[in-house]
């Protein structure tokens, strides 16, 4: 506030003392013209009364100086004029206000001299005989051959000069006060409109742009309107750039990958969520640098190659190697700054490995029944005419063998097509006393060849809403499976109820059991607790992924609890 007050004092003061300027300026050419006016009126008259003066005197009849001198003092009487006639010699011939016969001769007085040459002449000096300063007119009078001067002193005019001035300063301070007050009334009001605009200005920086200024009708009004237009231009573009920012923030925010801006001196500007929870920062970041927040080497590197190249960077980096955790990094430069996004990978490389390590078991699981298949085979075809008896062992080896691959092909095929993100899952509201039913029935002559004895525990009215053909493989799955390592005269229990929204089908045998360390890769495809006596069974390694994706493409999940040397029991959950 007190600023604009001293811009008021300031300009007020300004225009106070220019105002003050003009008038003593004024005033001062006002009484130098006066000056000069009563100057030349002065002479006028003085030169005036020298033509009355010569006038006056008769062209005969002076024939003495007393009679000269008797006429000049007439002339003159009861007036400040001092009358001199002078000869053409410069001798004195009479004088009003002085003894003639005392003076020297007058020729060299600059008046005597401009009136000897020029009839006419003027001065102001000092006067020889009086002492004073005095104003002189001459004119020259030819027919007398003589000069007739007058003169008056200077301080006659002086008093003329006083009287002027007296009378012109009142003027001119009355016409400086009216001219100060007009002053301060108009840059009152040029205050008063800048107090306005000060404080529209002052609501649109704290982003209150609905203010707006009076109009106005003078020069002032053009101002006004362009700030109130300005007001109205910048709270549309406010808000637009509000509404922008408001848009990116909340897309970078939703944003799963981390986003990271630094800028050019390798500070942290921002950081998303998903940034924040990666580098474990709660707050305080913007500012810091980089290398103080992130650790990884890789990330700053990224970084600071594309400041120095100013051109996109990208790089797949590994942030943490026991975890295998990966991320790719796209590193924008903009205008001095470097966007980063960072896109986990980490699936993607799990599943590039997990990709690879099925292949290779693929591999594997399909050479060996091949292998098998073509040795027999090449060793029927060299056996045929010298051992016949042996035809039949080696063709069933090459009927097992196909059958098994035969299996492989037919649940990878149902694999594939239960991980497949476009399969349509038609539910039907089915019994889960016929589902197990059929199960049961299916496998019914493989236990009966192990005298395995099947167990239902549930009760009757239980439904499942699953796909059938999917649920019964997955279920089928589980009961071969326990039956297989069940061993000879076991007994598999299917337990079925609901609960927590599920209907959770149990399958439990009393076999061998599987130790700890397995458990959590039994559902991997390929994966065998005991290769030998897996195959040696007839199994294909994917019995269990099948059941574990047919649970998940339900919406369901599968589980196991196993006891080594007591059993194991498999635990398939579909949604009610």
């Avoid at 604009?4 to 105002?19: G, N, P």
């Avoid at 005033?27 to 006016?37: P, R, T, Y």
């Avoid at 707006?212 to 020069?219: A, E, V, Y």
């Avoid at 986990?344 to 060996?368: A, C, P, W, Y």
Wanted: aromatic share 8%.
């Amino acid at each position: 506030m007190k600023k604009y007050k001293s811009f008021f004092v300031k300009i007020f003061s300004i225009q106070m003392i220019a105002l003050f300027l003009v008038i003593l300026l004024s005033v001062l050419l006002s009484l130098n013209a006066i000056s000069e006016i009563i100057y030349d009126k002065t002479e006028k008259e003085l030169e005036d009364m020298c033509r009355i003066v010569n006038n006056l005197l008769p062209d005969t009849g002076i024939v003495t100086l007393n009679d000269i001198e008797a006429m000049s003092l007439y002339a003159t009487a009861g007036t400040s004029v001092r009358l001199t006639i002078i000869q053409y010699s410069g001798s004195v011939l009479a004088d009003s206000q002085s003894n003639y016969r005392n003076m020297k001769n007058h020729f060299d007085r600059p008046e005597i001299i401009d009136a000897f040459l020029k009839d006419v002449g003027h001065s102001v000096r000092l006067s020889e005989t009086l002492g004073i300063e005095m104003v002189y007119a001459a004119i020259a009078v030819p027919s007398k051959s003589f000069i007739v001067r007058t003169s008056m002193p200077v301080t006659d005019v002086y008093r003329f000069f006083s009287i002027m001035r007296k009378r012109l300063f009142p003027y001119s301070i009355l016409i400086f006060c009216v001219s100060l007050l007009f002053t301060f009334l108009f840059t009152s009001s040029i205050n008063s409109t800048l107090k306005l605009i000060r404080g529209v200005t002052k609501k649109y920086a704290s982003g209150d742009f609905s203010a707006k200024l009076p109009p106005r009708s003078d020069d002032l009004g053009e101002l006004t309107d362009a700030i109130n237009s300005m007001g109205s231009q910048l709270g549309k573009r406010i808000e637009t750039i509000t509404a922008q920012r408001d848009e990116i923030q909340a897309i970078v925010s939703g944003m799963i990958n981390p986003v990271i801006l630094i800028d050019d001196k390798m500070t942290v500007l921002e950081m998303n969520p998903a940034a924040l929870h990666l580098t474990g920062i709660s707050e305080g970041f913007k500012g810091k640098p980089m290398e103080s927040l992130i650790k990884n080497q890789d990330v700053i590197n990224i970084a600071r190659t594309c400041l120095s190249k100013q051109d996109t960077q990208e790089a797949a980096i590994c942030l943490d190697t026991d975890k295998g955790i990966y991320y790719f990094i796209y590193a924008s430069y903009i205008n001095g700054t470097v966007l980063m996004v960072m896109n986990d990978i980490s699936g993607m490389k799990q599943m590039d490995e997990m990709r690879k390590e099925f292949s290779m078991n693929v591999s594997h699981e399909l050479k060996t029944p091949v292998t098998s298949i073509m040795g027999y085979v090449d060793t029927l075809i060299g056996i045929y005419h010298e051992h016949p008896e042996n035809i039949g062992k080696f063709l069933e080896i090459i009927k097992k063998q196909s059958e098994r691959l035969a299996g492989i092909i037919e649940d990878l095929l149902t694999l594939s097509r239960t991980e497949s993100a476009y399969i349509r899952l038609e539910k039907e509201r089915i019994p889960a006393r016929s589902l197990i039913d059929l199960c049961i029935a299916e496998h019914g002559e493989q236990a009966a060849q192990k005298h395995t004895q099947i167990n239902v525990d549930m009760p009757e009215d239980i439904m499942i809403l699953a796909h059938p053909v999917l649920a019964q493989q997955a279920i089928g799955n589980l009961l071969d499976n326990a039956i297989k390592y069940s061993g000879d005269n076991a007994a598999v229990t299917i337990h079925v109820k609901q609960a927590d929204g599920f209907t959770q089908i149990a399958v439990e045998d009393t076999g061998p059991g599987i130790e700890e360390k397995d458990l959590s890769h039994i559902f991997e495809k390929f994966y065998r607790v005991n290769k030998e006596v897996s195959r040696s069974l007839g199994g294909t390694g994917l019995g269990l992924s099948i059941v574990k994706q047919v649970a998940i493409t339900h919406g369901g999940k599968v589980s196991v609890e196993s006891t080594v040397g007591k059993g194991t029991a498999f635990t398939i959950y579909f949604p009610v």
